[in-house]
């Protein structure tokens, strides 16, 4: 007896203030990718926003509207923790620039330290 394969969820994590035609463009390819992708909106009360987290989510829900496999969630804590809870086998980042790999090469080790079942995949913006 075979199992049916699972599904392929990406957690998509950011402040997305505001969300940008960059982020666009890597939600839409990714919603190509998986089967699923959660787009995981960070609350970070330490850091200043533009928009709350419910403006902003609601923000990213908007534009997202014609992508039916796309959810946004607002989230508080670890990223990795976010993930799980949205059931995501993978954590996709957007780079812009070759620097943002120098930032998010130390944080996909650790996260992979944290949950060593997520894997971190990233995508050029």
């Not at 075979?2 to 839409?28: C, E, F, K, V």
């Not at 534009?63 to 949205?86: H, M, S, Y």
């Amino acid at each position: 007896m075979t199992t049916a394969p699972q599904p392929r969820i990406a957690y998509l994590p950011g402040s997305y203030d505001p969300i940008t035609n960059g982020h666009l463009d890597i939600i839409r390819r990714a919603a190509t990718l998986f089967d699923e992708v959660v787009v995981g909106v960070a609350a970070d009360a330490e850091k200043q926003h533009l928009f709350d987290l419910e403006e902003r989510c609601n923000l990213v829900r908007e534009a997202c509207a014609d992508l039916p496999n796309v959810r946004v969630e607002g989230f508080t804590g670890l990223v990795v923790e976010a993930a799980i809870r949205a059931g995501a086998g993978v954590l996709l980042k957007g780079l812009r620039q070759a620097s943002d790999l120098t930032h998010e090469f130390p944080m996909a080790h650790m996260n992979r330290r944290l949950e060593p079942s997520l894997e971190t995949a990233f995508l050029l913006a």
